[in-house]
């Protein structure tokens, strides 16, 4: 039986791979809390490792956030995702495991790569500065994974998504991304009673968005590729992976299948004097496409679920 240890098992990607993997007999899930083991900590890691005697990684812990927190936590954000990856790439290595899959994010591209946002992108220009320090230590960890590949041998693979979104997603009115804000917004105003919704800015940019199922069965279809194949379409030192849909929405087109979604039957306002962002941010999955695997959630579907998710979670839910 295979031992499989999920690093970050309660966040909303971690939480996705333990359902694609629970009902497996061959596959033993391993995963601690947050008080049960310190990821930034060498020595409970080294310990942790050394006594699971583990065969295969998911590394999906994180310390996340919107913008907000990344401004005002920088340190926060770069110390202690450098330490996770650190900690946890090496202990594995020390500790004999061969597989492990890092998962980063897309924001380790350049703020003005080009669209769609191949791999070959990453560090060819400058980054977003209010996640900079994010993007830094995730981009650390793909290299970790590469270094460690190069020098001893071992299978370390990683992974970028697109904008995820799903059950188990952060609906925080002030530090949640758009998706399950823009939910959690739609949902009060019909409560309410509301004749209209605002939405910020044109509603003109564009945004890929995939459900975090999706996401799961990626990491789990990548984990197990035949190592000859991986390598076909990956090289030493560009060797993650993009993981998204390849097709993107505008913010507008989000916004109206959103009304649709929770059913509020009143006006979808543009607020004109909100920024709008960045134009356009779409992943190129064709490596991905090549290796096997595309997405299979439609946005109205992967919505139509999470709404259902949150309903049945909104007394449990801090922000609802």
Known sequence: MKKIFIAGHNGMVGSAIVRQLKDNPDFKIVTRTRSELDLTNQND????????????????????????????????????????????????????????????????????????????????????PTNEPYAIAKIAGIKLCESYNRQHGVDYRSVMPTNLYGENDNFHPENSHVIPAMMRRFHEAKLNNDNEVVVWGTGKPMREF??????????????????????????????????GTGVDCTIRELAETMKDVVGFKGDLIFDTTKPDGTPRKLMDVSRLENLGWKSSITLKGGLTDTYQWFLNNASDLRTV
Request: one cysteine or more; aromatic letters at 8%.
């Open 45 to 128: 890691v080294k310990s942790f490792f050394e006594q699971e005697k583990i065969d295969q990684v998911y590394l999906a812990a994180a310390k996340v956030g919107g913008i907000h927190a990344n401004n005002s936590y920088p340190a926060d954000f770069i110390y202690q995702n450098l330490m996770m990856e650190c900690n946890i790439i090496h202990q594995a290595f020390a500790s004999g495991v061969k597989e492990l899959l890092f998962l980063g994010s897309s924001c380790i591209y350049p703020k003005l790569a080009n669209q769609p946002i191949k791999e070959a992108e990453l560090l060819d220009g400058h980054l977003e």
């Open 210 to 243: 995939l459900h975090v199922d999706d996401m799961a069965a990626a990491c789990v279809h990548i984990m197990n590729l035949d190592s000859e194949l991986y390598a076909e379409h990956t090289s030493p030192m560009m060797s993650h992976i993009n993981v």
